[in-house]
T-cell receptor, first 115, second 110 residues
């Protein structure tokens, strides 16, 4: 596709509910990254995929967070039993490879609000 | 752990003036340093990057400098315009993981 797309753009949910956030990377990009951006803050790394594998999940804040990627393309970030502190913008990025010098291209993000 | 410090957190300049944002990184293995611009409601967009084997890079009104010995790198924007107003993030990468600075909110006053 033309760029990284994410859906939904906005999600409002009640505390304790589960949410799923979707990322469609640039076509052909094998590496995919998830970040969290709290209000007025920088980007916090969550997880990355090389193909369908996630070599490093250490950035996930708790076991309520999980992510998967199927077919080497679309990825879903799932947050179970949401808490108010989960409110943030969740950004997805993709790059050609998960190599150090590959540029990451970001999607517009999903703004999650937990009431 | 790895850390990137970015200063200032807020910067206000008059249109036409220059703006400088400075970053310091801790991981000596870092060898790629991108800069991103984020406008309200949008994801970060790459504006310029520099590799560790280069000390300076320029693209029109934007330049970056890198001092690997001191682990410092900086973004310079000359002849600033109102549309340069945004949040700018520096980042450092040494493997698969990119560590971002906290961001600088730049205001360019017309």
């Amino acid at each position: 596709g033309a760029g990284v797309s994410q859906s939904p753009s906005n999600k409002v949910t009640e505390k304790g509910k589960d949410v799923e956030l979707r990322c469609d990377p640039i076509s052909g990009h094998t590496a995919l990254y998830w970040y969290r951006q709290s209000l007025g803050q920088g980007l916090e790394f969550l997880i990355y995929f090389q193909g369908n594998s996630a070599p490093d999940k250490s950035g996930l804040p708790s076991d309520r967070f999980s992510a998967e990627r199927t077919g080497g393309s679309v990825s879903t970030l799932t947050i179970q039993r949401t808490q108010q502190e989960d409110s943030a913008v969740y950004l997805c990025a993709s790059s050609g490879q998960a190599r150090a010098l590959d540029t990451q291209y970001f999607g517009p993000g999903t703004r999650l609000t937990v009431l | 752990g790895e850390n990137v410090e970015q200063h200032p957190s807020t910067l206000s300049v008059q249109e036409g003036d220059s703006a400088v944002i400075k970053c310091t990184y801790s991981d000596s293995a870092s060898n790629y340093f991108p800069w991103y611009k984020q406008e309200l409601g949008k994801g970060p967009q790459l504006i310029i990057d520099i590799r560790s084997n280069v000390g300076e890079k320029k693209d029109q009104r934007i330049a970056v400098t890198l001092n690997k010995t001191a682990k410092h790198f900086s973004l310079h924007i000359t002849e600033t315009q109102p549309e340069d107003s945004a949040v700018y993030f520096c980042a450092a990468r040494g493997g698969f993981k990119t560590i971002f600075g906290a961001g600088t909110r730049l205001f360019v006053k017309a």
